[in-house]
Protein backbone atom coordinates (compact mmCIF):
# COMPACT_ATOMS: atom_id res chain seq x y z
CA UNK A 1 0.00 0.00 0.00
CA UNK A 2 1.36 3.53 -1.60
CA UNK A 3 0.98 5.96 1.77
CA UNK A 4 1.70 8.99 -0.72
CA UNK A 5 0.03 9.18 -3.76
CA UNK A 6 2.07 11.26 -6.06
CA UNK A 7 0.20 13.48 -9.31
CA UNK A 8 0.65 13.47 -12.20
CA UNK A 9 3.05 10.65 -12.56
CA UNK A 10 4.21 12.22 -15.57
CA UNK A 11 4.44 16.39 -16.25
CA UNK A 12 5.85 17.42 -19.90
CA UNK A 13 5.31 21.27 -20.37
CA UNK A 14 6.92 24.38 -22.40
CA UNK A 15 9.40 26.77 -20.82
CA UNK A 16 7.51 29.37 -18.94
CA UNK A 17 4.46 27.29 -18.07
CA UNK A 18 3.09 27.32 -14.87
CA UNK A 19 2.33 23.77 -13.41
CA UNK A 20 1.52 21.76 -9.83
CA UNK A 21 1.92 18.60 -8.45
CA UNK A 22 0.60 17.57 -5.49
CA UNK A 23 1.57 14.47 -2.92
CA UNK A 24 -2.02 13.30 -0.78
CA UNK A 25 -2.34 10.95 2.19
CA UNK A 26 -4.88 9.58 4.44
CA UNK A 27 -2.55 9.54 7.05
CA UNK A 28 -1.50 12.86 8.96
CA UNK A 29 2.16 13.44 8.66
CA UNK A 30 4.15 15.30 11.66
CA UNK A 31 6.39 17.02 8.74
CA UNK A 32 7.08 16.50 4.98
CA UNK A 33 9.75 17.06 2.19
CA UNK A 34 10.24 17.50 -0.95
CA UNK A 35 12.87 16.50 -2.98
CA UNK A 36 14.18 16.55 -6.46
CA UNK A 37 16.16 13.68 -8.28
CA UNK A 38 18.18 13.96 -11.50
CA UNK A 39 19.36 11.01 -13.92
CA UNK A 40 22.32 9.44 -11.68
CA UNK A 41 22.38 11.23 -8.53
CA UNK A 42 20.15 10.89 -5.14
CA UNK A 43 17.81 12.99 -4.44
CA UNK A 44 18.15 16.58 -3.38
CA UNK A 45 16.00 18.01 -0.14
CA UNK A 46 14.21 21.06 -1.43
CA UNK A 47 11.95 22.12 1.61
CA UNK A 48 10.35 20.80 4.87
CA UNK A 49 6.93 21.83 5.93
CA UNK A 50 6.18 21.02 9.77
CA UNK A 51 3.05 23.24 10.36
CA UNK A 52 -0.11 23.07 9.11
CA UNK A 53 -1.62 25.42 6.29
CA UNK A 54 2.37 26.31 5.80
CA UNK A 55 3.38 27.71 2.51
CA UNK A 56 7.25 27.85 1.88
CA UNK A 57 9.15 29.60 -1.31
CA UNK A 58 11.99 28.63 -3.08
CA UNK A 59 12.80 30.94 -5.61
CA UNK A 60 10.19 30.05 -8.25
CA UNK A 61 8.69 27.35 -6.07
CA UNK A 62 5.91 27.27 -3.78
CA UNK A 63 5.18 24.49 -1.22
CA UNK A 64 2.03 24.42 0.81
CA UNK A 65 1.22 21.71 3.61
CA UNK A 66 -1.98 20.79 4.25
CA UNK A 67 -4.14 22.18 7.10
CA UNK A 68 -4.85 18.59 8.38
CA UNK A 69 -1.07 17.74 7.32
CA UNK A 70 -2.63 14.94 4.98
CA UNK A 71 -1.39 16.75 2.07
CA UNK A 72 1.11 18.84 0.23
CA UNK A 73 1.42 20.75 -3.09
CA UNK A 74 4.29 22.00 -5.01
CA UNK A 75 4.00 24.84 -7.36
CA UNK A 76 6.29 26.08 -10.22
CA UNK A 77 5.42 29.55 -11.88
CA UNK A 78 7.49 30.37 -15.25
CA UNK A 79 9.09 26.34 -15.27
CA UNK A 80 12.86 26.34 -17.05
CA UNK A 81 14.51 23.42 -18.46
CA UNK A 82 16.37 23.63 -15.52
CA UNK A 83 13.51 22.05 -13.29
CA UNK A 84 13.37 19.08 -15.25
CA UNK A 85 13.66 15.85 -12.94
CA UNK A 86 11.75 13.83 -10.38
CA UNK A 87 10.15 15.47 -7.92
CA UNK A 88 9.57 12.89 -4.76
CA UNK A 89 7.65 13.82 -1.46
CA UNK A 90 8.71 12.32 1.60
CA UNK A 91 6.95 12.16 5.38
CA UNK A 92 7.02 10.89 8.77
CA UNK A 93 4.13 9.72 10.24
CA UNK A 94 4.12 10.52 14.20
CA UNK A 95 4.96 6.56 14.86
CA UNK A 96 6.66 5.33 11.48
CA UNK A 97 10.09 6.04 13.21
CA UNK A 98 12.99 6.92 11.67
CA UNK A 99 11.44 5.35 8.05
CA UNK A 100 10.13 8.01 6.00
CA UNK A 101 7.50 7.06 3.53
CA UNK A 102 8.33 8.03 -0.36
CA UNK A 103 5.66 8.68 -3.22
CA UNK A 104 6.35 7.39 -6.38
CA UNK A 105 7.48 11.10 -7.77
CA UNK A 106 6.23 13.31 -10.50
CA UNK A 107 8.69 12.95 -13.57
CA UNK A 108 8.74 16.53 -15.22
CA UNK A 109 10.48 17.83 -18.24
CA UNK A 110 10.61 21.31 -19.00
CA UNK A 111 11.41 21.75 -22.81
CA UNK A 112 12.84 25.06 -24.31
CA UNK B 1 24.93 19.19 3.87
CA UNK B 2 26.87 16.05 3.81
CA UNK B 3 29.20 14.67 0.87
CA UNK B 4 28.38 11.12 0.49
CA UNK B 5 30.58 8.65 -2.45
CA UNK B 6 29.12 5.59 -3.09
CA UNK B 7 30.85 2.98 -4.93
CA UNK B 8 30.14 1.31 -7.25
CA UNK B 9 28.14 4.04 -9.44
CA UNK B 10 26.71 1.01 -11.31
CA UNK B 11 27.59 -2.47 -11.69
CA UNK B 12 25.91 -5.31 -14.39
CA UNK B 13 26.19 -8.43 -12.55
CA UNK B 14 24.79 -12.24 -13.01
CA UNK B 15 22.49 -14.46 -11.27
CA UNK B 16 23.14 -15.95 -8.09
CA UNK B 17 26.62 -13.52 -7.04
CA UNK B 18 26.95 -11.03 -4.96
CA UNK B 19 27.46 -7.92 -4.96
CA UNK B 20 28.85 -5.41 -2.04
CA UNK B 21 27.75 -1.20 -2.37
CA UNK B 22 30.75 1.14 -0.52
CA UNK B 23 29.06 4.33 1.04
CA UNK B 24 31.94 6.84 2.58
CA UNK B 25 30.45 10.12 4.47
CA UNK B 26 32.77 12.92 5.06
CA UNK B 27 31.76 13.21 8.61
CA UNK B 28 30.70 11.25 11.46
CA UNK B 29 27.04 10.00 11.47
CA UNK B 30 25.25 8.53 13.85
CA UNK B 31 23.05 6.51 11.76
CA UNK B 32 23.44 5.88 8.23
CA UNK B 33 20.24 4.54 5.84
CA UNK B 34 20.06 2.19 2.95
CA UNK B 35 17.33 2.47 0.29
CA UNK B 36 16.04 0.57 -2.81
CA UNK B 37 15.11 2.64 -5.69
CA UNK B 38 13.14 0.09 -8.02
CA UNK B 39 11.79 1.34 -11.55
CA UNK B 40 8.98 3.20 -11.13
CA UNK B 41 8.64 2.96 -8.16
CA UNK B 42 9.36 4.76 -4.89
CA UNK B 43 12.36 5.25 -2.51
CA UNK B 44 11.83 2.13 0.17
CA UNK B 45 13.80 1.89 3.60
CA UNK B 46 16.11 -1.28 3.51
CA UNK B 47 17.85 -1.11 6.71
CA UNK B 48 19.17 1.37 9.43
CA UNK B 49 22.64 1.16 10.33
CA UNK B 50 24.15 2.30 13.59
CA UNK B 51 27.68 1.94 14.39
CA UNK B 52 28.65 -0.61 17.08
CA UNK B 53 25.36 -2.85 16.38
CA UNK B 54 23.39 -4.80 13.61
CA UNK B 55 21.48 -3.39 11.74
CA UNK B 56 17.91 -2.69 11.86
CA UNK B 57 15.83 -4.00 8.57
CA UNK B 58 12.05 -2.80 7.76
CA UNK B 59 9.91 -5.41 6.99
CA UNK B 60 10.12 -7.74 3.53
CA UNK B 61 13.95 -7.24 3.71
CA UNK B 62 16.28 -9.42 5.91
CA UNK B 63 20.29 -9.83 7.02
CA UNK B 64 20.91 -12.78 4.67
CA UNK B 65 19.90 -11.24 1.51
CA UNK B 66 21.34 -7.57 2.27
CA UNK B 67 24.18 -7.97 5.49
CA UNK B 68 25.24 -4.58 5.74
CA UNK B 69 28.39 -3.67 7.84
CA UNK B 70 29.30 -0.02 9.69
CA UNK B 71 32.31 -0.57 11.19
CA UNK B 72 32.78 3.25 12.17
CA UNK B 73 30.86 6.26 12.38
CA UNK B 74 31.97 7.49 8.52
CA UNK B 75 31.53 4.25 6.32
CA UNK B 76 28.81 1.42 5.61
CA UNK B 77 28.75 -1.37 3.24
CA UNK B 78 25.24 -3.04 1.74
CA UNK B 79 25.51 -6.19 0.18
CA UNK B 80 23.14 -7.50 -2.24
CA UNK B 81 23.70 -11.79 -1.95
CA UNK B 82 22.71 -13.87 -4.71
CA UNK B 83 21.05 -11.30 -7.10
CA UNK B 84 18.32 -12.17 -9.35
CA UNK B 85 17.12 -9.97 -11.91
CA UNK B 86 14.35 -8.61 -9.27
CA UNK B 87 17.22 -7.30 -7.26
CA UNK B 88 17.93 -4.65 -10.85
CA UNK B 89 17.20 -1.26 -8.56
CA UNK B 90 19.30 2.01 -7.93
CA UNK B 91 20.81 1.39 -4.07
CA UNK B 92 20.95 4.66 -2.20
CA UNK B 93 22.80 5.66 1.08
CA UNK B 94 21.68 8.53 2.88
CA UNK B 95 22.61 10.41 6.32
CA UNK B 96 20.24 12.59 8.19
CA UNK B 97 21.87 15.59 9.51
CA UNK B 98 20.23 18.15 12.25
CA UNK B 99 16.98 17.13 14.13
CA UNK B 100 14.51 18.29 11.32
CA UNK B 101 14.68 14.87 9.49
CA UNK B 102 16.43 15.60 6.40
CA UNK B 103 17.76 13.72 4.42
CA UNK B 104 20.98 13.62 2.21
CA UNK B 105 21.59 10.96 -0.16
CA UNK B 106 25.12 9.41 -2.25
CA UNK B 107 24.46 9.53 -6.11
CA UNK B 108 23.14 5.99 -5.92
CA UNK B 109 24.58 2.58 -7.39
CA UNK B 110 22.58 1.57 -10.35
CA UNK B 111 22.77 -2.57 -10.39
CA UNK B 112 21.52 -4.61 -13.19
CA UNK B 113 21.10 -8.42 -12.63
CA UNK B 114 21.16 -10.64 -16.01
Known amino acids: TQLLEQSPQFLSIQEGENLTVYCNSS?????LQWYRQEPGEGPVLLVTVVTGGEVKKLKRLTFQFGDARKDSSLHITAAQPGDTGLYLCAGRTWNSGYALNFGKGTSLLVTP | SAVISQKPSRDICQRGTSLTIQCQVDSQVTMMFWYRQQPGQSLTLIATANQGSEATYESGFVIDKFPISRPNLTFSTLTVSNMSPEDSSIYLCSVERGNTGELFFGEGSRLTVL
Open chain 1, 27 to 31: SVFSS
